[in-house]
């Protein structure tokens, strides 16, 4: 008798919890498969091009997703007629990247309009 009893709720809780982590899963797969960040299109709407030159380079010995993330002090140079300026980002670099980010190393780049140390460079040209 008391076995029926927990057949009659905890079957239909257990097709619900397995429903909902089936659902996460793929939610889960599409968001890493696709880029689906939407900050990146609302960061991207209050920027101007520039040119950034690599002044410095240096591995901050943390890895992230197989990247290591370097510390990294460029100067930023926007188009049109505002002055250069000097900024220090960490970015995670592929070794091919960090091959090519050598000081001296010209890349173009997108900076923010309202904040200039908010540079987003484009190791991968």
Known sequence: MRRRRYLG????LSIV??????????TWLA?????TDPTVEEDTINARPCHATVRSISDTNTILEGDHIYLIEITVQPYGNSPEHKVTIRNPLTSVQAEKAKPGAQFSCIVDRDDPTRVEVMWSQ
């Open 31 to 35: 968001s890493r498969v696709m880029d």
């Open 17 to 26: 919890v397995l429903t909902l982590g089936v659902v996460g899963a793929i």
């Open 9 to 12: 709720w905890m079957l239909p």
